[in-house]
């Protein structure tokens, strides 16, 4: 187990190789009502999740990119009034990068921010998205163009969920691996040098030790530059023509694989 800190507009942990249930457990003491957002391919997973004392609410939303809509986040909304939140509950974020993107927003907007914590179960949501504190959905004019700066309160990476992924998302998230192998931590792409997906996959150390560098390279840009003035536009690095991919194939491929 590893935890990385982040500075942003204030410090939070990503902890790193914990088992979620028990990382939540200690995060989420004294709260009244958890959230959970979480994809509705995972209902099997979540639906009896509960923490501590605290009465669990379920939110599932659809999948991938299909979740970041206008229409998904007023639903959210309608739930979070429903249910009676207030500042003092949690939003947990439970799912890929879109599902904690999304979570994350209706964190930042419920009486305008409440705490949230994020749960990534890919390699690109624990990478990239989950760490950071951009939140956001998207727009007919764009990716990403609905959002705000929102740092969850704590960052809780799991490995196991990585079993959960299908060779096709495992190998897209590696693009943000990657992606940080060339801007920042050269060792990322001589770790990665002439092995195959499948080696990488059956080699938990080496999983881990890619995961841990990309965060911590991502952590190292973030907390000099939470706002994107100057150095953070580095981590967009394929990124600008990769939205333009993304969206051509109307949200048909993996984020990843347009990054690459
Ligand atoms: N995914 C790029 C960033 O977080 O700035």
Redesign the pocket.
């Known amino acids: 187990m590893s935890v990385v800190t982040i500075q942003a507009e204030r410090q939070y942990e990503v902890h790193i190789d914990v088992e979620f249930k028990e990382a939540l457990k200690s995060i989420s003491k004294h709260r009244e009502k958890i959230a959970f957002i979480f994809s509705e391919n995972m209902r099997d997973q979540i639906n009896d999740l509960k923490v501590g004392d605290a009465e669990s609410f379920y939110f599932p939303v659809a999948d991938s990119e299909a979740a970041k809509s206008t229409k998904t986040l007023l639903q959210l909304w309608d739930w979070l009034g429903a249910a009676g939140f207030t500042r003092s509950d949690l939003i947990v974020g439970i799912g890929g990068g879109a599902i904690t993107d999304l979570a994350g927003f209706a964190a930042a907007t419920w009486l305008r921010g409440i705490d949230w914590v994020a749960v990534p179960t890919t390699v690109a949501g624990m990478v990239?998205?989950a760490?950071?504190g951009?939140t956001g959905i998207n727009s007919e004019y764009g990716k990403n163009l609905i959002g705000a700066f929102h740092s969850p309160q704590s960052v809780i990476i799991d490995l196991d969920w990585l079993s959960t992924l299908t060779d096709r998302d495992f190998a897209a998230g590696l693009a943000e691996v990657v992606k940080c192998g060339f801007i920042k931590d050269v060792e990322i792409i001589n770790l990665l040098k002439g092995k195959s997906l499948k080696e990488i996959r059956q080699d938990r150390v080496l999983t881990t030790n890619l995961i841990e560098r990309s965060i911590k390279v991502?952590g190292a840009v973030?907390s000099s530059d939470f706002k994107?003035s100057f150095e953070?536009e580095i981590?967009?690095y394929g990124?600008t023509f990769g939205h333009a991919v993304e969206i051509d194939a109307k949200y048909s491929l993996r984020h990843g694989e347009c990054v690459a």
């Open positions: 990239d998205a760490v950071g951009k991502k973030v994107e953070r981590l967009n990124h």
